[in-house]
């Protein structure tokens, strides 16, 4: 059986909290799209891990997987799983040598091309860790997989070719003097981000470790094998529907497919077996957004500072403050429709308790239509009015004893908000976050227990 968690909106949503929840029953976890740009937070007995690359389940000793949709800095991968060591964790990592792998040559692009986009406020506000270009090179037919790193001469090859012209688009187009002092945010040198010397070594270096430590697999071939053999594969997906370069707001997306269908073409497992497990939707009570691009429901003031405080909203990879908004459904009937969700899981439930007011957007309106789903261009979802349903606000209330009780225990008003919340999406409720720890979630249903 498989249970593939995808957001549900806009990002850090809490997947990596319901990866943790529900991360006993499977045997691997498989990251199937993005890279280090995400941020996923575990917290387990008030120790708290903060993953952008190792699966989540590493925190509980399973396999985890990188499949061959996620982009792979070695550098940030080999400092998480040592990271972990040191923390007295055997994380069992896996990588796909289909996999693509982010060069720091990329991550320079990945500034220097929002630094130009700023005129035309089309940034998208990236995390700077490469994954556009990194994506735009694989899609270029000229990208450096996981499998090229094993072989020396394989990656030199690779590199001769994309050199040139790599050098030519940082110094031609955006004006990068590349063997001038001035450095970006690198933990590398610019001169050494774009040598081809340098980075063979380093890189065949880090395909060095990856054969010692046997880490790279034939992800599809893997995981097929070990569906079959009866083990419970969990699907973690990364950012969240409104972030997906297809079905969210372009261009201010992430470059990959963080919906369900993602699963299957970045594992290399059929749809059938994505499609024959549970697919859960994991919904913010509210919203929150690093990046730039359009928000209907967006709030400021004390009020947006309130729920930025108690959700503790700073970005976990770059430490920004989140914008915030209000719990937008037209977001969650489309995201609900492009994964078909089997369930959601409603976390950040105790952020909203004692607020003064409450409200969540039913549809949108604009000029007078209404809108039950975003429009499928940036500019029309900037231009939607919310049409508000207001909600009365429910009191405090202490998140472990409700966790331990059962939704029952909730306030009368929180239940009134998930039922609404559910029927919109068509899909029960399997979980309530109602704090970070993992015994701070109330279970309604696990979606292993069918399996
Ligand atoms: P992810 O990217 O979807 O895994 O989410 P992040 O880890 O980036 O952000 C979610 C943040 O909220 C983390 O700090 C979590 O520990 C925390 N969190 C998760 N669920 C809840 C919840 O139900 N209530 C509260 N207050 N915090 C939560
Ligand atoms: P998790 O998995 C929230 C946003 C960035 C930017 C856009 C593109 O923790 O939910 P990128 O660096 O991917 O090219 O940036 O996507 N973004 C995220 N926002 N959570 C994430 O991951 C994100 N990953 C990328 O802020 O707007
Ligand atoms: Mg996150």
């Known amino acids: 059986m498989t249970v593939t968690i995808v957001g549900a909106q806009l990002g850090d949503e809490g997947k990596g909290a319901l990866v943790d929840r529900w991360g006993g029953p499977p045997d691997v976890v498989v990251r199937f799209q993005g890279g280090d740009n995400a ?145 970006p945010d690198l933990p590398v040198d610019l001169a050494d981000a774009f040598d081809l010397d340098w980075l063979h070594t380093k890189f065949a270096e880090y395909g060095r470790r990856l054969r010692g430590e046997e880490m790279t697999i034939d992800c599809g071939s893997y995981l097929v094998e070990r569906y079959a053999a009866g083990d419970r594969i969990l699907f973690e997906g990364a950012q969240g529907t409104s972030l997906d370069i297809d079905h969210g707001g372009y261009p201010y997306v992430t470059s990959s497919n963080p919906t369900a269908g993602g699963a299957a073409v970045g594992s290399g497992v059929g749809p059938g077996v994505v499609g024959q497990g549970e697919v859960v939707g994991i919904v913010k009570a509210y919203l929150s957004k690093v990046g730039t691009g359009p928000m209907p429901t967006e709030i400021d003031g004390s009020l947006a500072d309130e729920v930025r405080e108690r959700g503790g909203e700073f970005g976990t990879v770059t430490g920004r403050p989140r914008r915030i908004g209000w719990l937008d459904l037209p977001m969650l009937r489309h995201a609900s429709r492009a994964s078909g969700f089997t369930g959601v899981a409603v976390n950040h439930l105790d952020v909203l308790a004692g607020l003064d007011e409450l409200r969540v957007a039913e549809a949108y309106k604009i000029d007078g239509e209404r809108f039950a789903v975003p429009p499928a261009t940036a500019e029309q979802w900037a231009a939607c009015e919310p049409v508000y349903r207001e909600f009365t606000p429910w009191p405090e209330f202490d998140g472990r004893a409700t966790a331990s009780e059962g939704i029952e225990a909730l306030p009368a008003a929180a239940r009134d908000y998930l039922d609404y919340l559910s029927e919109t999406v068509d899909a029960p409720v399997y979980a309530v976050g109602v704090g970070p720890d993992r015994a701070e979630t109330i279970e309604v249903a696990n979606p292993w227990s069918d399996g």
């Open 39 to 183: 941020g996923h937070t575990v917290v387990n007995d008030g120790q708290e891990y903060k993953l952008s690359l190792v699966p989540s389940g590493a925190v509980r000793g399973k396999t985890g997987v990188l499949g061959n949709g996620c982009v792979v800095n070695p550098r940030t991968l080999f400092s998480e799983v040592d990271g972990l060591r040191d923390r007295g964790l055997n994380p069992n990592v896996r990588v796909a040598r289909r996999a693509h792998v982010i060069m720091p040559y990329h991550r320079v692009l990945d500034s220097a091309e929002e630094g130009e986009k700023e005129d035309d406020d089309l940034e998208a506000g990236t995390t700077g860790r490469g994954i556009g270009p990194t994506y735009e090179d694989k899609a270029g037919r000229r990208g450096v997989r996981v499998g090229d790193l094993l072989n020396p001469d394989v990656l030199r090859n690779r590199l001769e070719y994309v050199l040139p012209r790599t050098r030519l688009l940082a110094e031609e187009v955006y004006g990068l003097d590349l063997d001038g002092a001035e450095t």
